[in-house]
């Protein structure tokens, strides 16, 4: 029997790592990086105040639907589906999901290659004495790079596959445990040094005070694509994860504890960059370099700066590592035990896919990147893939796993699996979210969706 078979499949040991792993898969680059820009760019509170919406009503009880769906068949996306509704068509929102994982990546390993490559140069000591000017010019030479962007994002994408290729035990859960909640105590003591920046309070005031005429139907589907994005849904990510969780787990439990925690390392991250952009007079709406600008201006404030700059790009590198870990966890599942590929030959052969489209990505970021005067409807590779899984293939497949499990499935049959066969008195909880779910969560992305495309207004 060869390792990708059901029965040898390995799980995680407890709740505790059950819990750690799927932050891990939330907590990434989509916090440090995407969270913060994606608000500077549209408009500040009014867009946190409808993320924080479709978390609540959209991204939580999809994120439940998943561990259901993952946890009760043991199986990943594709097999899951198959074994629940054998014969039907709702496989193919599983392989729509090994779709999504692929697009998602060949942007992501791009991104994460800069944080490994601003790591390199935090170590050599190529922040000090940085100004505002030299912050955006350093930014624009790693991207337009070529060959350097390249070179880091295959670092990126060999780390990834030789920790997948060890297993889904050693390689996620040491990592998760240990190092997410110094990430966690760093972006902290990164909010202190920002907050009391001269110019603080205008950061703040952008990043909180809601003002919705700032608001357009495109940044209300943005918003919902991020809620997505954050929480690894919508794409079989979280399905994948929870087929290894345990059977004891409170799933109701985890999706929340996962969903406050990811929104709250979202929040600091926020909290760190805006003040730092209004203090240092820089535009809140930069676009993707916002981070990789701000962060190491806030550190050249600090007493140990120096240091604790190669930490902060440390732990973003091993949060956006272990969130990869996630997204080629589902196709790696997939064709270990739907197609009989060995893991590490499914681990070496989707590193290739990742690397030969993913350098696309590296090479039409900017205007003055090698491909980036080629675009399609005014949008270079990188943006195509980020805009299709983001805003259309993560809201689509969310919305038929909303339907999967609210008017598919047996009510009791959820009902059983979600209080640990009956072990848990979870019944008003169950019911809220039921309500949910059948009434409110499809019909929301529904709205949002035609809404964005302009059907209706
Ligand atoms: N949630 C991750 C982040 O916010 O960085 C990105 C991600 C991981 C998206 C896994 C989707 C996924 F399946």
Redesign the pocket.
Known sequence: MHEGQAKQREGFSSGMAVFFATLG???????IW?FPYLVGENGGGAFLLVYFLCILFVGIPIMVSEFYIGRTTHKNAVGALKELRPGTSWKYIGLMGVC??YL?MFF?SCVAGWVYYYLFKALKGDFVGITMATAKAQFANVVVGPLSPILWQVIVVGVVAAILAAGVKQGIERITKTLMPLLFLLIIICDIRALTLPGAAEGMQFLFHVDFSQLSAAAILTALGLA??????G????MTYSSYFTDDNHMFNTAAKVAVS?TLVSLLAGIAIFPTVFSFGMEPGAGPGLLFMTIPLVFSQMPFGDILLVAFFFLTSI??TT??L??VE?PIAYMSEERGVSRKKAAIINALIIIIIGVLATLSVDKASLLGQYTILGRGFFDWFDYLSSNIL?PAGGFFIALFAGYILKKQDLKYELSNHGTLKIDGLFNVFYFILKYLTPVLLLIVFLNSVGIIK
Do not use: Q
């Open positions: 898969s939330a907590v990434g680059l989509g916090n995407k999504s994982s998602i992501y997505f994005f954050k929480l690894s849904l794409m079989g990510t979280m990811d949060a956006a969130a990869m996630s997204l589902v993560l």
